[in-house]
């Protein structure tokens, strides 16, 4: 079955940087678009980024562009998530998502992962 | 970006009883662009309902979504208690970016 396992969070300090990683596995991981939500403690959803199948196209949330690159590696299925400059407002479970649909991008999600948690914190 | 406002923020139910959440977007997110997901605590979301009204695979016919527009409903006839969670919806008309409501949370009275 489809799954989605996240990586690499943990507690940084402010301005530091962190490496996420969303391992794939159950379906064919270069016909599908990933996305990334956030949910800081005790709060809802919040969407953060997006790349599509071949890695062609990337979209980010204002309130992380310039500081998060998006990456996927289709022959390891796994894709990464490069978080820089970061600050306390980044603090949150971070869960890769996969679209719903072959070669699409922005559409819904019906497989998640179970989140990573990731601290900015001094 | 499409705003979703969702209502009532908490909704106090008891088990056989019937549920209607709401949301409502701040434009048109087109016919059927609107995906509902349920939540745990300490679990990720699972998705529930997509394209407004199509139940995702193995949800139990108890849920059905309805709405276009600007208004949409997540209707569950008779609570059972493993459906006490919170709920969200997540616009895809205009994506990206994609957009969810801050969330309904359902709790037992």
């Known amino acids: 079955q489809v799954q989605l396992v996240e990586s690499g969070g943990g507690v940084v300090q402010p301005g530091g940087s962190l490496r996420l990683s969303c391992a794939a596995s159950?379906?064919?991981?270069?016909?599908?678009?990933i996305q990334w939500v956030r949910q800081a403690p005790g709060k809802g959803l919040e969407w953060v980024a997006v790349?599509?199948?071949?890695?062609?196209?990337?979209h980010f949330a204002d309130s992380v562009r310039g500081r998060f690159t998006l990456s996927r590696d289709n022959s390891k299925n796994t894709l990464y998530l490069q978080m820089d400059s970061l600050r306390p407002e980044d603090t949150a479970v971070y869960y890769c998502?996969?679209?719903?649909?072959?070669?699409?991008?922005?559409?819904?999600?019906?497989?998640w992962g179970q989140g990573t948690l990731v601290t900015v914190s001094s | 970006d499409i705003v979703l406002t969702q209502s009532p923020d908490t909704l106090s139910l008891s088990p056989g009883e019937r549920a209607t959440l709401s949301c409502r977007a701040s434009?048109?997110?087109?016919?059927?662009?609107l995906a509902w997901y349920q939540q745990k605590p300490g679990q990720a979301p699972r998705l529930l309902i997509y394209?407004?009204?199509s139940r995702a695979t193995g949800i139990p016919d108890r849920f059905s979504g309805s709405g276009s527009g600007t208004d949409f409903t997540l209707t569950i006839s008779r609570l059972e208690p493993e459906d006490f969670a919170v709920y969200y919806c997540?616009?895809?008309?205009?994506?990206?970016?994609?957009?969810f409501g801050q969330g309904t949370k359902m709790e037992i009275k």
């Open positions: 790349i599509s199948y071949d890695g062609s196209a990337k």
């Open positions: 394209h407004t009204s």
């Open positions: 159950g379906f064919t991981f270069s016909t599908y678009g």
């Open positions: 998502a996969k679209e719903s649909v072959v070669y699409h991008s922005g559409w819904y999600f019906d497989s």
């Open positions: 997540q616009q895809y008309g205009y994506s990206p970016p994609t957009t």
């Open positions: 434009q048109s997110v087109g016919s059927r662009y």
